[in-house]
């Protein structure tokens, strides 16, 4: 099945910081999404991105489908931006693998 | 759009006693996912519905697991026998048919 990597693994970053996570994948998908999980563990959509660019506010991300990755940007850190992100690609038909996250806290 | 639910949020629980948790997607969502997490990793799938039908189940699923959405809206997830291994989040999601999935808040099971 697919293979979901993502770096940095670990992330520290002073408020007002900007920063670029990556997520690699091992095989070509029609789909990517990428989520924030809150400190509470919430589970937190942020895009649907097969392939392009979309924004939403100080976040945006970028799949480049054919060369099995994709970004996503954080602009002007907030505290409130900790916690910690991940990707997830489909696998077969139904399936989904998450990657293991990068872990992000935000200095005040 | 009241989003996903579970229910329990937390549930303790002795080595060999059954839990059953329960998810509500939300209203329109025909596709539904269980997952497990524990500490310091993502999320792992363990099984999906359309509908009312179960089309894929993790092979790390144990026969002591067991998912059923009966009427295609709730569904719920059983744990026979559970073990101390047992013990992590467990997140439901849902999708309408290609769009992203909207995940609930999990039910965090410690199995003593």
């Known amino acids: 099945g697919i293979q979901v990597e993502q770096s940095p693994p670990d992330l520290i970053l002073q408020e007002g910081a900007n920063s670029t996570l990556r997520c690699n994948f091992s095989d070509s998908v029609n789909n990517l999404q990428w989520f924030h999980q809150n400190p509470w563990g919430q589970l937190i959509n942020l895009f649907y991105?097969?392939?392009g660019t979309k924004q939403n506010g100080r976040l945006s991300a970028t799949t480049v489908a054919t060369e099995r990755y994709s970004l996503l940007y954080i602009s002007s850190s907030q505290t409130t931006d900790s916690g910690v992100y991940f990707c997830?690609?489909?696998?077969?038909?139904?399936?989904?693998?998450f990657g293991t996250g990068t872990r992000l806290k935000v200095l005040a | 759009d009241t989003g996903v639910s579970q229910d329990p949020r937390h549930k303790i629980t002795k080595r060999g006693q059954n839990v059953t948790f329960r998810c509500d997607p939300i209203s329109e969502h025909n596709r539904l996912y269980w997952y497990r997490q524990t500490l310091g990793q993502g999320p792992e799938f363990l099984t999906y519905f359309q509908n009312e039908a179960q089309l894929e189940k993790s092979r790390l699923l144990s026969d002591r697991f067991s998912a059923e959405r009966p009427k295609g809206s709730f569904s719920t997830l059983e744990i026979q026998r559970t073990e101390q291994g047992d013990s992590a989040m467990y997140l439901c999601?849902?999708?309408?048919?290609?769009?992203?999935?909207?995940f609930g808040p999990g039910t965090r099971l410690l199995v003593l």
């Open positions: 999601a849902s999708k309408r048919g290609e769009e992203t999935q909207y």
């Open positions: 991105i097969p392939s």
């Open positions: 997830a690609a489909p696998s077969g038909t139904y399936k989904y693998i």
